[in-house]
């Protein structure tokens, strides 16, 4: 029996399908077995330069081959790998290199400028190494690829942590959720199974790969030996001419990606006869952007709902019922995310953590072999959040009686625009900071293009002069990632209140915007 890690899943693939692509990326072509070899040789410099087993590495990059072998090299080796969103501003990226305490960060030749100010920021050693270019006096991770077979390190346990991915908390302070190798493995199994994952299959991989998203789909086909054809970024158009070559048979994308490339295709009348499978996740649907995904893709979509902290395992809405809805049947399950994924139980608790009825409202509770084991250095919250066994989700769900999940709020105000998560109280603190500004709320609204869009409400002090919505959207943008800062702001005399606790009544500031709108988050 092969042991559940990801060291297991690499050699299986070198010793069964050596010279099938494993990865192909603008030109350059990975076979199964030399991805083992370059990562076995990653994995060696690792060890020379100091970094154990158990020892974190950061990387920030865009999706390139480089990478993918730099976390092939973790995964075979013990290292614990922490991949990093290049969009957070710097500060950001050091907060979450202080937390983890990486010894080496890796970083594309394009980010070499936040990768010395990272290295200046943190209070730890860091080493500095550079992919995808040359830069003077930095170790540069190509020419480590180079040179003669080294022998495979030792294997991990199937439950040590595989990587660290970072995402925002209750408190907008980053939380680093740990994903164990098992677990992984886990999420591979699971997410091949409704896309019918094959050696021969070949996945766009667009999402960022340090997303969970991307990395537990990236997880299906290490499992099962499939290629990932990379692209660095979405641009609609390059995704439409890969799509027209014929050769892939599987993407996944964001729906504010899907609607680019449903705007790219317009009227067309264009085929995709080799694409078996469309994913989308990560953020709420617009209705419309379904509706013109239904009537191109019609029985190969398929959405996903999940967390970081499950491991990207939740549920699933199958291609049948996407199929179905476009005879008229079943439409109302396309509001719905779909039901637990085999392995995934589910239950809907109430605030005394008593089991919900079908069509009663509650938190959505989980638990499955693929879901995090903690997060790092924050005991206190893994306790607040797995208990006993379950992981408490934070996520305001229904079950109807054909146990199809409907969801309808995030517990902890959380906005998902373009696939990224926001959290309104980092935003509301940020703009709160501003000497003229006494209060503020911080909602997401319904957006055609990104799903959400995050709108603020704004209080200002007593006698101060109005700074106007675009000076106070720049000074977020200083001070935040850029897509984390508000596209609008509404200037009000107070807030509306929860008048038992004097909390502010968000539900009253989001009516005129999602109205009656039954679907809230996927």
Known sequence: ????????????????????PALEFEGQVVTHLALLQQASRIAQAYHQAGVQRGDRIAILSRNTAEMVLALSACELSG??????????????????????????????????????????????????????????????????IQGDACPLPEPPRTQDTACIIYTSGSTGRPKGVMLS????????????????????????????????????????????????????????????????????????LAPTMLRSLLDAIGDRPITFDQLECVKYASSPIPDDTL??????????????????????????????????AAQGIGVHRLRSAGQPHLGCQMQIRDRDGRVCPPGVEGEIWLRSAAMMTGYW?????????????????????????????????????????????????????????????????????????????????VVLRPGATNPGADNLIEYCKQRLASYKKPKSIEFMP?????????????????KPFWGDNQRGVN
Not at 118 to 140: A, C, K, R
Not at 392 to 405: H, I, Q, S
Not at 498 to 503: E, F, M, P, S, T
Request: one cysteine or more; hydrophobic letters at 45%; glycine letters at 6%.
């Open 1 to 20: 029996m092969i042991d559940p890690h990801l060291h297991a899943m690499l050699c299986r693939n070198a010793a069964l399908y050596p010279n099938r």
């Open 79 to 144: 290292r614990i790998a922490v991949p990093l969103n290049h969009r957070l501003a710097t500060p950001e990226l050091s907060l979450i290199a202080q937390d983890c305490t990486p010894k080496l960060l890796l970083v594309d030749a394009e980010f070499i400028d936040v990768g010395r100010a990272m290295i200046e920021q943190v209070q730890h050693d860091m080493s500095l190494w550079v992919m995808g270019g040359t830069v003077d006096q930095v170790p540069n991770l190509a020419q480590l």
């Open 181 to 252: 190798h098992q677990g992984m493995v886990e999420s591979g199994r699971v997410l091949a199974a409704p896309a019918v994952v094959r050696p021969d299959s070949r996945q766009l991989v667009i999402m960022p790969l340090f997303h969970v998203g991307a990395a537990a789909h990236r997880m299906a086909y290490l499992v099962h030996g499939g290629t990932m054809v990379l692209q660095r970024k979405f641009d609609a158009a390059q995704v439409l001419l890969e799509l027209s070559t014929g050769r892939i048979t599987d993407i996944h």
């Open 291 to 324: 509706a013109r995904a239904i009537k191109l893709f019609g029985s190969k979509l398929i959405q996903f709902y999940a967390l970081t902290e499950s491991g990207a395992i939740a549920t699933v809405l199958h291609r049948y019922v996407h199929a179905e």
């Open 377 to 457: 250095n924050n005991p206190d919250l893994t306790r607040d959040n797995l208990v006993e066994g379950w992981l408490r989700t934070g996520d305001v769900a229904r079950f109807d009686d054909e146990n199809y999940l409907f969801i309808l709020d995030r517990m902890k105000d959380m906005v998902v625009s373009g696939g990224e998560n926001i959290y309104s109280s980092e935003v509301e603190r940020t703009l709160d900071s501003h000497p003229d500004v006494l209060e503020s709320a911080v909602i997401g609204i319904p957006d055609p293009h990104w799903g959400e869009a995050v709108h603020a409400f």
């Open 494 to 510: 107070t807030l509306p209140r929860l008048q038992h606790v004097q909390k502010i009544d968000k539900p009253t500031l989001r």
